[in-house]
């Protein structure tokens, strides 16, 4: 398979296999997370995703058929949310406050949310299509990675996180060296001080000096930290996913950028296959690659 073309299946396949993985653990007490497992509070059968592999797949049909709008993708996620479309069951579920208050102020109002209070890392780990979409602009990338939290989650953290991490995944899929991504990437996107802070500070913080909570800079620490100390998609998705709390989350985000640096062929070959529903991600995958810029 095309390199590129592999680490362009590997952002999305990677995002729902991370999240696959963490889900049945989320804000649960666990030993330690080796490999697929079923239940957790949402009941989950082996290879069943949440709510952001959902949402992620929602978005990347609606880039497929609209290009990017935001009208569109909210319609998307309205369609997951009342018909179960996109979900890993029959029905939907997982669906956070805030994406239910947006979804219903949009419905009522025909416009988008005010600015939200609290950041949230759900737009993070839904956020792979966009860059996937832009691959040849990594200006593009970073700047509609951005405007995609507005549809759910107006919220300056949030958003300045998504462009960063839309700008690593985008990097990702065209090759770049993992040294340069953390190195030199962020130096060339307008990011809020906290945000720039945070990434220069990775590669000399001991894992002890991580915080976790649903923070979103807590957690795109975590997730970094962990890309930057492993060598591989495995490790990498184990070693995030470990840290505990929203694993499901921490699943989703991690397994973007580990996808789309490593490739599909990179994942392994029997998580690839638990996945539930994997002709249909492929089917939408090959779509997005299609149209994509």
């Not at 069943?48 to 058929?65: K, Q």
Request: glycine share 6%.
């Amino acid at each position: 398979m095309e390199k590129l073309k592999d680490r362009f299946i590997g952002a999305l396949y990677g995002l729902i296999v991370g999240n696959a993985l963490g889900a049945p653990y989320m804000n649960i007490e666990f030993d330690k997370i080796k490999d697929f497992s079923s239940g957790g509070i949402f009941n989950l059968n082996l290879g069943e995703w949440t709510d952001v592999s959902s949402m992620a797949l929602c978005l990347a049909e609606s880039l497929i058929e609209d290009g990017f709008d935001l009208n569109s993708q909210m319609k998307k996620y309205i369609k997951w949310v009342e018909e179960g479309y996109m979900s890993s069951k029959e029905k939907s579920f997982g669906i956070d406050n805030q994406t239910l208050e947006s979804i219903i102020y949009y419905e009522k109002n025909n416009k988008f949310v005010e600015i939200t209070k609290n950041d949230s890392c759900k737009p993070l780990a839904r956020l792979a299509p966009v860059p996937m979409y832009f691959k040849s602009s990594f200006k593009d990338a970073v700047y509609y990675s951005g405007q995609s939290a507005y549809t759910t989650h107006n919220n300056m953290y949030t958003i300045h996180a998504c462009k960063y991490l839309g700008g690593l995944i985008q990097q990702s899929i065209n090759g770049t060296n993992k040294k340069i991504l953390l190195s030199e990437v962020h130096k060339h996107m307008d990011l809020i001080y906290d945000v720039k802070l945070r990434i220069v500070d990775i590669p000399y913080k001991t894992k002890n000096e991580l915080n976790i909570s649903d923070s979103v800079l807590d957690i795109l620490e975590i997730v970094l930290w962990s890309f930057y100390n492993t060598d591989n998609f495995k490790d990498a998705v184990l070693t995030a996913v470990n840290f505990g709390g929203s694993t499901d989350v921490i699943g989703a985000i991690i397994g973007q950028i580990a996808g789309a640096y490593y490739g599909f062929d990179s994942i392994p070959k029997l998580w690839t296959l638990k996945i539930v529903k994997r002709d249909k991600i492929m089917q939408i995958i090959e779509k997005l690659y299609e149209v994509s810029k």
